[in-house]
């Protein structure tokens, strides 16, 4: 007994001291979600926390109750065992309660989903055009007059990444960039798109995870970020042999650090529009 004791003390202290050298291998929160930094993300974490605090509750209920009754009918002298044959009513309650729980977590989360990506982004909401590819991600602003120009997917060639329409007076002023920058607190609504094969498009502290398709447009995923940072899009589907490099960086900035960005690129824009008029 002695022995077993020392070897099960010595395992836990192992674990606890190896631990925290592989928790310092990862940038990330180790024994918990990353952080979340979207309104959206708040209301799946909600239902990831309720969930989590449901199964731990069950979890130590059985397995407190299931050591009581080790100890209490154990076999010892003076003690005949007793046989059940069960007992319907218990039975009636450990059926319904569970059924309710599951229900209702069904509507929660269907409820969540649907406001998730069911709801029209606001008017005022900064449109981003991205489209993925093996092995990137471009991204596509409307220029000065707020309109993106129509992406069409047949019109996409080696000089028209994003198959812009030449006809489109919309498209014109528009510019594109290589890193995916947005003001913090404003709605921010992405077409989601691809050039070749299914790409995903995923970022864990947005709680976001959609696939780009080939040939269709998403539109239903929009979002609003609660505070500024920097962080990664990584392509979440396995797409090929560069797959693992398939990344770019996502800057969440003020709005006033968003406006300088955005005039500077839209000024280059249009400099670059005239110089090719000439
Ligand atoms: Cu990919």
């Given amino acids: ?97 569970p059924t309710a729980i599951f229900l209702g977590l069904a509507i929660w989360s269907n409820h969540v989903w649907f406001e998730l990506t069911n709801t029209k982004p606001p008017a005022d909401a900064v449109t981003v055009d991205i489209v993925s590819y093996q092995y990137g991600w471009d991204f596509r602003y409307a220029g000065a007059d707020g309109k993106l120009g129509t992406g069409d997917v047949k019109k996409i060639s080696v000089d028209n990444k994003f198959g812009v329409d030449p006809e489109d007076e919309a498209g014109k002023d528009d510019f594109t960039a290589t890193e995916f920058v947005i003001p913090v607190g404003k709605p921010v609504h992405v077409l989601l798109r691809s050039r070749d094969v299914i790409h995903s498009f995923y970022v864990p502290e947005f709680r976001l995870y959609q696939d780009a398709v080939p040939g269709r447009t998403i539109k239903w995923i929009w979002f609003e970020t609660t505070q500024t940072g920097e962080f990664q899009l990584a392509c979440s589907q396995l797409c090929g042999i560069g797959h693992y490099n398939m990344k770019a960086p996502i800057r969440i900035v003020s709005p006033e650090d968003y406006q300088k960005w955005y005039d500077g690129k839209s000024a280059a824009a249009a400099a670059a529009q005239t110089v090719a008029k000439k």
């Fill in 1 to 97: 007994m002695k022995k077993i004791s020392r070897i099960l003390l010595q395992a836990v202290l192992m674990a606890v001291l190896i631990a925290p050298a592989f928790a310092a291998e990862r940038s990330g929160n180790l024994y918990w979600t990353p952080p979340n930094v979207t309104v959206g993300g708040q209301k799946i974490d909600e239902l990831l926390n309720f969930i989590f605090a449901l199964t731990l509750a069950a979890f130590v209920l059985t397995q407190v109750v299931y050591v009581i009754y080790l100890i209490r009918y154990r076999r010892r002298p003076g003690h005949k065992a007793h046989y059940s044959h069960g007992n319907n009513t218990l039975e009636i309650w450990w059926t319904a309660i």
